[in-house]
């Protein structure tokens, strides 16, 4: 544990770094600090910081720059986050109005991107998770079929599916009043599994038929590309701890093209509560250390659908993105449940 001199030094280190991206001397925290300490008491502290890993002096300076340990104390006991002024809230109220809950979620990225000029990052509810309202097949020639599928949250989905035999207009209706009558209320995943089980009491090419639906359906929900939005990657290349490091940004844009890693840590960080903070490479995901995460979940009438998040540099502003993350989960899930 770091004693309160050692801790306010290493705040105004880091809050000096994060403001203008030079290494600090001791002069500079000297007058910075407010305390009453002389500047052989100061190295001595700065030495004490460096010994534990939370600073470290680069090659070409006197002065320290914050390690990522350094930069995790600070985001977990010495940050003071600043709240949204009531004005920011309510234009993020004004942008996340629409009743279609894919521009809400294109919004939010948005929105996310434009504030903290970074990359802003929402993962799309799994269709699954959604119960549907409605289902129609429509024939539109020999073998081929419309899927109109309406979910619970009011969203339409238009397939076509391949069947194994003709099917006549009257067929295709008795299957949609069939599935509506017998599913409708279910989520895709529990007609799945329903389906299943009521295999042998059902006829054979009407199962067949709404086995097709469901696959296609879940084929596009499950699809990686459709999984995530992405807004303002561009934002990171006048980033300048990034940009001047050309493998850096490439590692960091093979990920955004891939979304694998970037799936996988918004998922985890969605059966946590409230914002979470991953710095370098400490989530397992990120391999750089130049870059954090800040992320935080968002719901649909009360239950836990997604995460969202921003990318950016180690030296951001954290006690001003951390609350542009937690207000627009917070808002996107109000809008949502309203929509």
Do not use: W
Request: charged share 20%; with cysteine; proline share 4%.
């Amino acid at each position: 544990m770091l004693d309160k001199r050692a801790q306010v030094l290493l705040k105004t280190l880091i809050d000096h770094y994060i403001s203008d991206g030079q290494p600090v001397g001791s002069r500079t925290l000297s007058l910075a600090s407010g305390l009453d300490l002389s500047p052989a008491t100061i190295r001595n502290i700065m030495s004490e910081l460096e010994d534990h890993g939370f600073i470290a002096s680069p090659h070409t300076s006197a002065g320290r720059i914050p390690t990522q340990r350094g930069y995790r104390l600070f985001v977990d006991s010495l940050l003071t986050v600043q709240p949204l002024q009531s004005q920011e809230i309510r234009r993020l109220q004004n942008e996340l109005s629409s009743p279609d809950p894919q521009e809400l979620i294109n919004a939010a990225a948005e929105l996310l991107s434009n504030l903290t000029r970074f990359a802003g990052l929402v993962m799309i509810p799994k269709r699954q998770s959604i119960a549907f309202r409605h289902l129609e097949f429509l024939p539109l020639s020999e073998k081929r079929i419309l899927v109109i599928i309406v979910t619970a949250d009011g969203t339409v989905q238009n397939r076509i599916i391949m069947a194994e035999k003709p099917y006549t207009s009257s067929e295709l209706t008795q299957a949609s009043n069939f599935f509506n009558q017998n599913y409708a209320g279910s989520t895709f995943e529990q007609v799945k599994q329903k389906l299943h089980e009521e295999l042998q009491e059902m006829q054979s090419d009407m199962t067949r038929l709404m086995a097709a639906a469901l696959e296609a359906s879940s084929k596009t929900a499950n699809n990686s590309k459709e999984g995530m939005v992405i807004a303002g990657e561009r934002n990171l290349l006048d980033v300048h701890d990034l940009s001047t490091n050309v493998s850096s940004l490439r590692k960091l844009f093979e990920i955004f093209e891939r979304r694998t890693s970037l799936m996988q840590l918004l998922d985890n960080s969605q059966r946590a509560e409230g914002v979470q903070i991953f710095i370098g490479g400490e989530s397992g995901y990120l391999p750089l250390d130049e870059c954090s995460m800040i992320t935080a979940p968002y719901e649909a009438n009360g239950q836990t659908v997604g995460t969202l998040g921003v990318i950016g540099p180690t030296r951001m502003a954290y006690e001003r993105v951390i609350p542009i993350v937690d207000i627009t989960a917070k808002l996107l899930s109000n809008a949502l449940s309203n929509s």
